[in-house]
């Protein structure tokens, strides 16, 4: 059956349409939306299929979906600013900006750390229950106060949860105001895009309940590997999105709202070097910063070969991508990729998941015919 699609793309980037309708077809896709920004021009904004996995409410140019951990790129791009400004060293310990950090022998843990996952808060030792993920103080409380689970800086183990906190948490200490209210005002709103960290009840209506894929497996880790311990650290699972207090919570590593085009636009930012549609938020000096290589190396959480600069995921020989390339993506599949040698923003957000904590084939393989649509 044919999936309608809506919305546009450029002659050029009509194979991205013709992958996207394909995929839309097979059933691989239920709602989805994809995004392009091509040196600075939005060159397709697609959606189509249904907001529900029974097929009966439309997705609309507006549909707003949970995008998991391509929200940690916002708290990445808040923190780049805060450093262009002279207000956040990256290099200086945590505890410089938040002292109640320094204990269990996180004294000498640094803010660069917090950023590439090699930090040891992986997750919390005190395990999280369902709504409490919502207790702002009781999650920045616990972190706090724990031993890290490995030497910081030794490698990295991907922070799901954790990150957003932690990076939120310096962000409240430097600014005065949350990391979800920062970003409202000093990255959507400049830029007239449409994502929340929080979503506000207004926006409810718009929202399209994530499809969980079957759930994820620990299967050969011993059951004290850090594996396990992070993805059993809290309570929750993939319909976690379907409970409001989530939603409405800032859970800066994992509940941001958004769709393609809201995501690609923020993100432009980066392949743009500092500027987006005329609105400048980082010198071309603070985005360079984010290419400066911090860990390298199988992770221990996601269990494969990962390089992270400061946030965003560089080139591997896991993901080659180009030396001026980054990128993220969220439990189930979503996908934001920004390569400023071919001046493209490439964004996928969707609705049904697979059982994939970072990305899938889905959003990649949708990136490539947009990178060898980029250079024809």
């Not at 999650?139 to 890290?148: D, M």
């Not at 449409?194 to 894929?213: K, N, Y």
């Not at 390298?296 to 990962?306: K, P």
């Amino acid at each position: 059956m044919t999936t309608a699609l809506n919305g546009f793309t450029t002659p050029q980037f009509e194979v991205v349409r013709d992958a996207f309708q394909a995929q839309m077809d097979s059933g691989l896709d239920v709602g989805a939306s994809v995004a392009i920004f091509h040196h600075g021009e939005l060159v397709a904004d697609l959606w189509g299929g249904t907001r529900d996995e029974a097929g009966e409410v439309p997705w609309t140019e507006d549909t707003l979906v949970n995008v998991w951990s391509t929200t940690k790129t916002m708290t990445f791009l808040v923190a780049l600013m805060l450093a262009d400004r002279g207000e956040l060293d990256f290099e200086a310990p945590v505890a410089t900006y938040w002292p109640e950090f320094a204990q269990n022998g996180k004294e000498a843990i640094a803010v660069k750390h917090l950023m590439s996952h090699t930090s040891g808060l992986s997750g919390w030792t005190d395990r999280m229950i369902g709504s409490e993920l919502a207790d702002w103080d009781l999650t920045v409380g616990r972190l706090a106060e724990q031993a890290p689970w490995w030497e910081p800086g030794t490698m990295s183990g991907y922070h799901a949860l954790t990150q957003g906190y932690l990076i939120g948490e310096v962000v409240n200490r430097i600014t005065g105001t949350t990391i979800g209210e920062f970003f409202r005002r000093e990255v959507a709103v400049p830029l007239g895009a449409d994502f929340f960290i929080g979503l506000p009840e207004s926006e409810e209506h718009r929202v399209s309940l994530v499809i969980p894929g079957e759930p994820m497996s620990a299967e050969g880790q011993a059951s004290d590997s850090i594996a396990v311990r992070t993805l059993q650290s809290a309570d929750m699972d993939a319909s976690a999105p379907h409970n409001r207090w989530w939603r409405a919570a800032e859970i800066p590593a994992a509940n941001g709202h958004g769709n393609a085009k809201s995501v690609a636009t923020i993100q432009d930012v980066i392949t743009g070097r500092g500027m987006h549609g005329g609105v400048r938020l980082l010198s071309e000096a603070g985005v360079d910063r984010l290419f400066e290589i911090q860990s390298t190396g199988v992770d221990a959480v996601l269990g494969f070969d990962l390089t992270f600069g400061l946030g965003y995921g560089l080139g591997s020989e896991t993901v080659p991508i180009g030396p001026r390339a980054c990128f993220w993506g969220g439990y189930g599949g979503s996908l934001i990729l920004m390569d400023q040698d071919q001046g493209l923003t490439f964004s996928y957000m969707m609705n049904k998941m697979a059982p994939t904590l970072m990305g899938d084939l889905r959003g990649f393989g949708l990136a490539i015919t947009a990178g060898i649509a980029a250079a024809s």
